[in-house]
């Protein structure tokens, strides 16, 4: 079955984008979908049935798909229990054509009840609509009537004596706007200062009319702005080095892909050569193979903005206070540190006083040693171990696959995934998951950006550990892409099911959309269908989120996601069926717009970091103990869960790896972590210098 798909077409209608899902036929497959072509026809019908009384919709009580659940009159929301199709043979479905509309006990009374139905071809599950709106019964003649009259919520719907009233007439809403602008382009920068800068930009251009531009820099959203403008005041930060660019957006929410980045470094406000004064009073503990210091802290002319640590003379790490934890070093060792302080233009002070300490003869703490097991000129991404100790990882820039063996630091390439494209951002070869039977099946599961799409796909590895290209399933396809939030990771749970993280593409109404795969944590069966308790119909989990990259099980079996905050915090969610996390009303705790954090359902997260010591991506759970691996905070945090909790939240390797993007369990217990140090924005292959680290693991 190899290389076969059956496709289902979801209709996001009221406004929304068409959205395609391809889940491939595994193993053990019965009977086979009709071609796409057959099918499509039939699944773009459906879609609302619109009440000309009250507005509201045609709707399946409770979003049940018992035989015999009643249907009723429901505001409009676009879930799959409103989408209804008239078939060739005068039927009327719904569940994507997977029930009919009946009569309650195929009844032909005045009265009765409209219901849903196993799909039988008898006259009672026939329906024809007319010109003027009219649905009728083909077996008793009658009408499909919103009982009473009434408009509210919930109201029965029956069939009744046609009499061309308003509650007996129906319609389709008019057909929606699916297509985005186009990008952007030919920003230019101009009336720099300090702390503002001025972009200018081309329009876009779009078939119906740009509302409004949306402006970034490296994935966080600077400002929105109407869709005549051209050009508009932005406040910048004195010497960072930012990459903007520019989202066009229509009145229907459909976002274009970026613009190319402009880098923009703006001087600083005033020249300072004076450097800061030097630290004091070093002193500090060894406590097995970790070390504690504290120091006195320094004074400059404009301010100090941190410390570096040097270990040995080499820089180990950063802080902003006046304590730092070196950890994960040798046992029964001397190491001598000194600090240096530094102010914002990089002025460096004289050190501080040398203090020699001491490890102990064994390890007494959480984290025991880091070994470096190989650098890599591309960004590691995703990464898997394997039951032999071997681990797989992906590249995201050069779009291929690695197997590595930590023994002897042997690298071989199984190959390059097909239809991979990178965004000029953060998109392209991402998340790696093995199937749970790989050692029979050999499949790998790949999340990765192609041309037009986000998407999931699963291809053989052979014995000789190269991609069988000839095997590759798309799974799931039209998950919406754009220069940043494309989520991308992928992980098994213990029902065996398959979990992955999707970004929002720069579009935060993607997230509250529930027909959207965009901005949510999907679901899907190991061959890429539907599991039948998904809460929603479709693939998703829970919703609400903006970009979201970790996921991990821990014993209980719960499902923790680590997600990305815009410009305030970032924050870790415990995971629930259906769950709302709040996006883009809700930025971890603090509220951005309508009713905010506070709105009735949304869940707050377990634990947040504010994004100068997070931007987190990767996270990891041995023995109850979660990993969050954050880039711009370059550190791993180490928090105990505890009940629904997250306790002891202690950060380690604080600047002394940099930017850490990946952790994974390894198989014996430990851990595997990766860092994104250089070109992580940028997307161009192998220019990159990083590094895979092996960590061991105490108490």
């Known amino acids: 079955m190899h290389g076969r798909t059956q496709r289902v077409l979801l ?83 719904t569940y994507d054509n997977a029930l009919c509309v009946d009569t309650a006990s195929g009844q032909t009374a005045q009265g009765t009840r409209a219901v849903i139905a196993t799909c039988t071809g008898l006259p009672a599950q026939k329906w024809t609509l007319n010109a003027n709106g009219a649905v009728v019964h083909t077996a008793s003649g009658l009408c499909l009537d919103v009982e009473g009259a ?103 929410g459909n976002v274009s892909q970026a613009s190319p980045t402009l880098p923009l470094t703006p001087p600083q406000c005033q020249a300072d050569t004076t450097p800061p004064t030097a630290p004091t009073q070093l002193t500090g503990t060894a406590s097995g193979t970790s070390v504690t210091l504290s120091w006195t802290g320094s004074t400059d002319n404009v301010g100090v903005t941190g410390y570096d640590v040097l270990r040995n003379g080499t820089k180990v790490g950063t802080a902003t206070g006046t304590t730092y934890a070196d950890s994960g070093l040798a046992a029964s060792t001397a190491y001598t540190y000194t600090v240096v302080a530094r102010d914002a233009q990089g002025n460096v002070s004289t050190p501080s006083n040398a203090l020699s300490l001491t490890t102990g003869a064994a390890c007494a703490n959480p984290i025991c040693s880091v070994t470096q097991v190989t650098t890599d000129t591309d960004i590691p991404w995703g990464l898997v171990p394997l039951a032999d100790g071997t681990v797989l990882y992906s590249r ?54 192609s041309p037009t799409d986000n998407r999931i796909v699963r291809i053989q590895v052979t014995a000789g550990f190269t991609l069988d290209l000839a095997s590759e399933q798309v799974l799931v396809q039209g998950l919406l892409r754009n220069k940043f939030h494309n989520g991308g990771r992928l992980r098994w749970g213990p029902d065996g099911k398959l979990y992955a993280s999707t970004g929002d593409a720069q579009n935060g109404a993607n997230s509250q959309n529930t027909s959207n795969l965009a901005g949510k944590v999907l679901r899907l069966n190991p061959d890429g269908t539907i599991p039948s308790d998904n809460p929603f119909g479709n693939l998703v989990w829970s919703y609400g ?33 259906g769950g709302n996390y709040g996006w883009p009303d809700c930025e971890g705790t603090v509220s951005q ?42 550190r791993l945090y180490r928090e105990v869960i505890s009940g629904t909790s997250l306790t002891n939240v202690t950060p380690y390797f604080v600047g002394t790896y940099g930017r850490l993007r990946t952790v994974e369990p390894s198989v014996d217990g430990n851990l595997w ?14 220019n990159s210098n990083e590094t895979l680290y092996r960590v061991l693991l105490g108490n």
């Open 11 to 93: 209709r996001k209608w009221l406004g929304v984008s068409t959205l395609w899902l391809t889940a491939a036929c595994g193993p053990g497959t019965v009977s086979e979908s009709p071609e796409p072509e057959a099918r499509s026809a039939a699944l773009f019908a459906g879609e609302p049935l619109v009440s000309a009384a009250s507005g509201r919709c045609l709707d399946v009580q409770a979003e049940s798909r018992t035989p015999g659940a009643g249907l009723q009159l429901y505001g409009c929301h676009g879930r799959i229990n409103q989408a209804f199709t008239f078939t060739a043979a005068g039927e009327l479905r």
């Open 150 to 252: 009434k408009t509210a919520d919930g109201t029965p719907v029956i069939v009744w004596d046609c009499n061309g009233q308003t509650n007996q007439k129906w319609s389709r809403p008019a057909a929606p706007d699916t297509q985005a602008p186009t990008p952007p382009g030919n920003l230019v920068t101009s009336n720099l200062t300090c702390n503002s800068v001025t972009l200018s930009w081309t329009g876009s251009t779009d078939n119906v009319g740009v509302a409004f531009y949306d402006i970034y820099h490296d994935g966080q959203q600077m400002k929105s702005v109407d869709g005549s403008a051209r050009s508009t005041s932005l406040t910048v930060v004195p010497g960072a080095t930012w990459g903007l660019y520019v989202n066009a957006r229509d009145a229907a």
């Open 396 to 449: 995201r820039d050069a779009q291929d696959i690695v197997r590595l063996n930590p023994v002897t630091g042997a690298k071989t390439t199984l190959g390059t995934v097909p239809n991979v494209q990178s965004t000029d951002g953060e998109g392209g070869l991402l998340g790696l998951a093995v199937s749970p039977s790989f050692a029979t099946d050999r499949w790998l599961y790949i999340m990765h950006t």
């Open 545 to 577: 989120h903006r970009n979201p990259q970790g996921l991990a099980f821990d014993s209980a079996g719960r499902l923790w996601e680590q997600e990305f905050g815009n410009s305030v915090m970032d924050e870790t969610n415990l995971i629930v069926k």
């Open 593 to 634: 717009s309508g009713s905010g954090c506070a709105t009735a359902g949304y869940l707050a997260p377990k634990q947040t970091y504010s994004t100068a010591e997070g931007s987190c991506s990767g996270i990891a759970i041995v023995r109850d103990v979660l990993y969050v691996a954050c880039q711009r905070g370059t």
């Open 673 to 686: 972590l990766t860092t994104s140090n250089v070109g992580d924005k940028d997307s161009i292959p192998n």
